[in-house]
């Protein structure tokens, strides 16, 4: 058996950044290939950071809304409010969430749209300027992105309380929420 040690073997620093480029054409077209790449998926992702994400969701049987992800803090099914007296109409109960006592509003009614009773309905619970409330809502379908400048102008409606509830419709259907103009107007009632 022998008992030779290994062999060190030294690496030299480069002497300047030159040292490390590539020195045969394969290796330099494959390091433009992925500099170019890398560009590329830079200026996708400074695109990107305009567009807001939203949880899309359906009000009703035709009636597509979204939620900026940056105001929902949680998605909560098979929980029932429990009610309260003397209470706005469109305020269904209350629940128990870590402790606090959270408002929970049934959208379609805040929204003045057709209520129904939904067994499968889930509860979004948004937060702003230190208020979280629920939001009842009838289905979740996922999430998707929006450009803000890239919205269309929202309708108005005799039917909604206040159209300043809507930012605008991201692809002419899905209606996205103001949830700091829902939440200012519960501060000031």
């Known amino acids: 058996m022998s008992t030779k040690a290994p062999k060190h073997h030294t690496l030299q620093s480069p002497r300047s950044a030159s040292d490390l480029l590539p020195t045969d054409k394969e290796s330099y077209r494959i390091l433009h290939e992925r500099a170019d790449f890398l560009a590329m998926t830079t200026l996708d992702t400074k695109d990107n950071k305009k567009n807001i994400s939203y949880i899309k969701f359906h009000l009703g049987k035709q009636e597509w809304y979204g939620i900026p992800y940056h105001y929902a803090k949680e998605v909560i099914r098979n929980i029932t409010p429990t009610k309260i007296p003397f209470v706005p109409h469109y305020i269904v109960g209350v629940i128990n969430r870590h402790g606090a006592l959270i408002a929970v509003f049934d959208l379609k009614q805040r929204l003045n749209l057709q209520s129904s009773n939904n067994e499968n309905a889930h509860i979004i619970l948004v937060t702003f300027n230190n208020i979280t409330v629920g939001f009842l809502v009838d289905h979740i379908e996922g999430s998707e992105t929006y450009d803000p400048n ?22 002419g259907v899905i209606a996205i929420l103001n949830v700091e103009s829902l939440l200012s107007d519960v501060q000031m009632n």
């Open 150 to 171: 890239a919205l269309d102008t929202r309708l108005t409606s005799r039917w909604m309380v206040k159209s300043e509830y809507i930012v605008g419709l991201h692809q």
